[in-house]
């Protein structure tokens, strides 16, 4: 079993999975890892990171120096393939073109999907992340806590292996002891940024990336992951020892073919694979999820992207793991007679509620870092540190004006020279030519600072997406469109970035070159830019207040479940990615259970 | 690639077409302003697509035709490298390889690239006459010290729509696709003092001695 054409999908399985990313391959692990029979079915093309990674391409060897294009918004050697912010041939649409109304959809055409290019922050969602409105009153409670999740945080980074630290900060959860692998030292632009933070009362710690530091410990954390489970310890076991850890060098956003970050295609797919238990289609864009007599998902619809014909698979159970909007737009489009509205959409909130994190930039020259001797800082290929959010206290006090809270990602250092920006900035004056711009470069180059404050985004009526009523890919599949509006919380927020990164700079002796944006209303990135889209199928506490039960069993089809970030009933600060890999074990967990039980 | 090169576009054909063409039209890059106006170019270029082959290094070229003229290359090359000279540390920037970088880049059919396209071709124009006028040869042809000053004139920030305007704002893209193309080569990189995208068997961060230095020993903690 591997790799299938759809002539050769037969009706064996047990279980259908739509899509092959974070969501889709933790499902697909722990289904197959527990003998399920599992169908993969991924719309892009296979990928292998292992022999198409461009690892130690210089940016000459690219063309236009690997700038950013709109064929490869992030670089020529960034990783994703088939797609960006445009899939040719698979256009969506937004209500509005005003400003800050727009969102943007970044995709991915590939085995893996996003995974293969990710930033590898794995942040936790800590309690209050769960609990939100009993907090402030605003937006949703999930059904759920963190020590219902906290079982597979535990299980997740043991399994795809992360670095950082326990430092016991508030609403920044520690992982159990042994678990996180050891942080890489921190740079020595990040080193002064610690400093001068805590002027400012602004902690610096190690983050948490899915980088292993350390070889795989092959020989304890497959028990731990699989008791009792013999052929699934040996296979981790194995796989385990096929990965090395992190070589220092080479950005993580163009893939990682030693397998030392965490990618579904590099991590998750190839023990599932050598169960024998796993089949994957590629190149297969699943258009609905079909319903049997009984109002059961008998399976899904689906076409060959190669051929454009139409194929059908069966299975006892679908699990929709195709990223949040691709899998509410599934949902929509999974019209029947008994289901006119969409599958699972009783409630008619499929497609509502879609969150985006918060994003604003701020960056400056620093003076002290000017003129360093030369030494290889290009590390684990991202960030090292960042400082988690600090003013819990004084916005329960109601002291800023904004409810939700945001983390700020660093970068400094003399990382490669690419095509991001001119080398000497000229809106700090250096307009100079000849020599003296050599002498320059030199001085200046690994000189700046860049903030990103990464924040958490409150659900509103009027962020959301539906089905365009006219528009159609080039499969006559109806697309999205998306409707955006930020509120005063996510603006105001992102002012107080802007004037925190302001000071920042300062502190460390840097001169701000323009003045922070007073309202946020222009520092604020468009919806979707950060690329952290989730709900549009969120999960509740009744069938009438959302779309998924706290299993992400969608309340109207008992073998319909979510396992991406669609499920999302807020959307914390924290990176999204490992608490879609948690919640998609957990829900693995329980179709086994409910398999077993005979209730599937 | 399977898009046909046409050949080299003619210098003065070039200049035609933007005389003609007006500054609105002029958005898009070199190769397309043919339609029409030119002698027959075939479909406009492509760009690389959504999946191209990321290992094989690649030359300028490969993905779009060229269009430089001979002439054009020349005078591009005598700017780079009074932008970046030659020094004791590093070549000059023609002599990496910027001419192709910067002809790579203008005549891409990406947009930024289309913009820039429009600025560079018409600073080129004006420089050579500005040359002409003051020294009675073309950029290329004129003495270092006649180039040099004709880039102190271009060099210092004009407001657009001002009569140094456009040479200004043509110097300063320029200079930076210089930079870009130079700094992003080996010999660039080394010049800076990059010393990464080499495996490592470990990384123990900044050396102790720069880190007590900037007076940083207290926040090593893990």
Not at chain 1, 92 to 103: D, I, L, M, P
Not at chain 1, 251 to 280: F, K
Not at chain 1, 409 to 431: C, I, N
Request: charged share 20%; hydrophobic share 40%.
């Amino acid at each position: 079993m591997a790799f299938l054409s759809p002539e050769d999908v037969s009706e064996k399985y047990d279980v259908i999975v739509v899509g092959s990313g974070a969501a889709g391959g933790q499902a697909a692990y722990t289904l197959s890892m527990d003998g399920a029979k599992v169908l993969m079915i991924e719309a892009g093309r296979n990928y292998d990171p292992r022999t198409e990674t461009a690892m130690f391409n210089t940016p000459d060897q690219a063309p236009l120096r690997g700038a950013s294009t709109p064929d490869k918004p992030f670089g020529f050697y960034d990783a994703t393939v088939g797609g960006g912010w445009t899939v040719p041939g698979e256009p969506y649409t937004n209500a509005s073109k005003e400003a800050g109304r727009e969102f943007k959809w970044w995709r991915a055409r590939m085995l893996g999907g996003r995974t293969n290019h990710w930033a590898r922050h794995a942040l936790r969602n800590g309690p209050y992340d769960f609990k939100p409105r009993t907090r402030d009153g605003l937006g949703f409670d999930w059904p759920i806590s963190y020590e219902d999740v906290a079982p597979y945080y535990d299980k997740v980074e043991m399994l795809i292996g992360v670095y950082g630290s326990n430092e016991g900060l508030e609403n920044t959860p520690d992982s159990p002891a042994g678990v996180l692998q050891p942080p890489p030292k921190a740079r020595i632009g990040e080193l002064l940024a610690r400093q001068r933070g805590r002027t400012l009362g602004i902690p610096v710690i190690p983050i948490h990336r899915a980088v292993i530091t350390r070889p795989m410990d092959h020989a304890a954390i497959p028990a731990k992951l699989h008791p009792g489970n013999a052929t699934a310890q040996r296979i981790l076991a194995e796989d385990m020892q096929n990965r090395a850890a992190c070589f220092w060098a080479t950005q993580c956003g163009r893939g990682c073919a030693i397998r030392a970050n965490y990618q579904s295609t590099t991590v998750h797919l190839p023990p599932a694979l050598a169960t024998g238990n796993l089949d994957i289609v590629v190149n297969g864009m699943v258009r609905e999820v079909s319903v049997g007599p009984t109002g059961k998902a008998s399976g899904v619809v689906y076409i060959d992207r190669a051929s454009g014909r139409e194929h059908r698979a069966s299975a006892r159970v679908v699990v929709l793991a195709a990223s949040a909007c691709e899998t509410a737009r599934l949902m929509l489009n999974s019209k029947s007679a008994r289901f006119p509205n969409g599958l699972g959409n009783s409630s008619g909130l499929v497609g509502k509620y879609i969150m985006d994190t918060v994003g604003a930039n701020w960056g400056g020259q620093i003076p002290l870092l000017e003129s360093l001797p030369p030494h290889n800082e290009d590390g684990a290929g991202g960030l090292h540190v960042y400082a988690p959010w600090w003013l819990y206290k004084e916005q329960a006090a109601g002291k800023l004006g904004f409810a939700r809270g945001y983390h700020v990602e660093f970068g400094s250092g003399k990382s490669m020279p690419g095509p991001y920006g001119p080398v000497v900035p000229e809106d700090e004056g250096r307009t100079g030519f000849g020599v003296k711009l050599k002498e320059d470069a030199r001085r200046y180059y690994g000189s700046h600072i860049g903030f990103s404050g990464r924040g958490e985004m409150i659900p509103n009526e009027d962020s959301f997406c539906e089905l365009d009523p006219t528009a159609v890919d080039k499969w006559g599949i109806p697309v999205l469109r998306f409707h955006w509006k930020w509120s005063q919380h996510e603006i105001r927020q992102v002012a107080h970035m802007q004037r925190t990164f302001a000071d920042w700079i300062e502190a460390m002796g840097g001169k701000n070159t323009k003045r922070p944006d007073a309202d946020g209303t222009h520092a604020i990135a468009n919806g979707g830019f950060i690329i952290h889209e989730v709900g549009g199928t969120i999960m509740g506490s009744s069938a009438s207040n959302s779309v998924t039960n706290s299993w992400s069993q969608a309340w109207d089809v008992k073998n319909v479940f979510v396992a991406d970030g669609g499920v999302f009933a807020s959307n914390a600060d924290k990176n999204p990615t490992l608490t879609i890999m948690a919640l998609a074990w957990r829900t693995a967990d329980r179709i086994l259970d409910e398999m077993r039980r005979g209730n599937l | 690639m399977s898009t046909p090169v046409p050949a080299r576009i003619d210098r003065r054909v070039a200049i035609k077409w933007m005389l003609s063409a007006g500054a609105g039209a002029l958005v898009v890059g070199l190769p397309r302003l043919g339609a029409g106006a030119a002698p027959a170019q075939g479909p406009a270029p492509a760009g690389y697509g959504v999946d191209p082959q990321l290992l094989a290094p690649h030359q300028a070229g490969d993905y779009w035709p060229l269009t430089f003229t001979d002439a054009l290359r020349r005078q591009a090359a005598a700017l780079c490298d009074i932008i970046l000279p030659a020094d004791e540390h590093s070549p000059s920037a023609s002599a990496v390889g910027v001419v192709d970088f910067i002809d790579e880049w203008v005549s891409a059919p990406y947009p930024a690239c289309a913009a820039d396209a429009k600025v560079v071709l018409a600073g080129f124009i004006w420089l050579d006459a500005e040359s002409v006028k003051r020294f009675g040869a073309p950029f290329a042809d004129a003495s270092a010290a006649q180039k040099l000053a004709l880039c102190e004139v271009m060099a210092p920030e004009a407001p657009a729509g001002s009569p140094l305007g456009e040479a200004s704002a043509f110097f300063r893209r320029f200079r930076n696709l210089t930079a870009t193309g130079f700094y992003t080569t080996p010999v660039g990189m080394k010049d800076l003092g990059y010393v990464g995208n080499v495996p490592l068997a470990r990384f123990d961060g900044p050396p102790a001695d720069l880190v007590e230095k900037l007076g940083l020993t207290g926040e090593v903690a893990w």
